[in-house]
């Protein structure tokens, strides 16, 4: 397995993964699956603000991907971003989920960034939650009935990583831009 930047050629893969998460499961509460031209917009997005994306691929099929987005678009929260990551169902609990987000939390490391983020959809999202806490989340507190799918209400599951020292010291650098807000 290689972990490597998303293309835009990955963006079928991209939809298709993530498609199947939006359809069968609460871990994104989108309930519509975006098209692969809206996962290229989306990816191109962060790309453009300098932002880690990556994809963990074997023999040449896109497993899992995993993200850092802008956590608020207020200034203040510049330094701290909010993570996602998807695994194909086929290749969940061979360690690919694993890969890929900590391969973004390198990236972020490298931003200068203070805080990660993880808002997990649903309080049993056993998987999700597990895999932050092996990768240093803690967990911060659980928001009741934040969303309704799939006939119910889900809870969000709110997990934080500090980096670069976290809030022990003021930050050294310009944290992450986002041009406009």
């Known amino acids: ?6 293309t835009a050629g990955d963006a079928e893969a991209l939809a298709a993964i993530y498609g199947h998460h939006v359809l069968h499961g609460l871990g994104t509460f989108e309930e519509e699956p975006p098209t692969a031209a809206e996962m290229e917009r989306r990816r191109a997005a962060l790309a453009s603000l300098g932002l880690p994306y990556c994809v963990a691929e074997a023999d040449g099929r896109v497993l899992g991907f995993a993200y850092a987005g802008p956590f608020r678009l207020r200034e203040a929260y510049r330094y701290t971003l909010e993570d996602s990551v998807y695994v194909a169902p086929d290749a969940i609990g061979r360690g690919v989920g694993r890969a890929v987000l900590s391969a973004v939390i390198e990236a972020c490391e490298g931003l200068g960034v203070r805080q990660l983020v ?5 309080s049993g999202n056993a998987g999700s939650i597990g895999l932050h806490a092996a990768l240093g989340f803690t967990h911060q507190g659980v928001g009741r009935s934040f969303g309704f799918k799939h006939g119910r209400w889900v809870d969000i599951v709110w997990m934080q990583k500090a980096l670069n020292g976290g809030d022990q010291t003021p930050p050294g650098g310009p944290g992450v831009r986002l041009s406009g807000h």
């Open 1 to 6: 397995m290689i972990i490597r930047a998303a």
């Open 118 to 122: 993880a808002v997990i959809g649903d």
